[in-house]
């Protein structure tokens, strides 16, 4: 698992969001990319919704049962994970900035072909904490992708390369995939949050 895994902890504003529109609307298929140990999963399950969650690591730890699938695999290779896939939400929480800027177009340029409804997305920002002293901040974001700093990284438990982002260059991201943008707001701890159709 990449980072630490908020959801164990606690479900922020944008998992709270999901939730709602579960509930509001039983039955949904929703997929989860980058689920970790599949806690959010679990509670949109409990909330109405099919699910399926994929994360890089070994994920789900919790009972499967008809309402969750957790399947292993990198979102990079969607398409192959899950070729036929049609679903009415995504949440895509603290993830697609592992991923450089091209491969994360193209994913969300895929997932616009998969996904009915909405999608519910988050990245880090480079206001956030993690990008305070983040070596790639002043090169254009199709050319930043690096590992934090030693000490960085063990206060976030991330080690992997990452591309942080503006609100901005996360706003023409998404519409370039072509998504039309319902919500972006930068939390308090300087996430930037989306809420996509």
Partial sequence: MYGVDVTKVRADD??????????????????ELGCGSGVQSVRLAQAGARVVAVDIDKCGPLVQGDQVRFLRGDVRNINMLIPKGQFD????????????????????????????????????????????????????????????????????????????????EFMVLLQESGWEIEELWVSAFGNIKAVCT
């Fill in 14 to 31: 944008l998992d709270k969001k999901i939730l709602a529109a579960v509930r509001a609307a039983p039955g949904v298929l929703v997929l």
């Fill in 89 to 168: 939400i995504c949440l895509f929480q603290r993830t697609i900035h592992y991923l450089r800027y091209e491969e994360a177009r193209v994913v969300l340029t895929h997932l616009k072909t998969m996904v009915k409804d909405r999608l519910y997305i988050s990245v880090s920002g480079l206001e956030s904490d993690i990008g305070r002293a983040y070596s790639d901040a002043a090169k254009p974001v199709y050319a930043r992708f690096t590992k934090l700093s030693e000490p960085d990284a063990e206060t976030f438990s991330i080690h992997e390369p990452l591309c942080l982002y503006t609100p901005e």
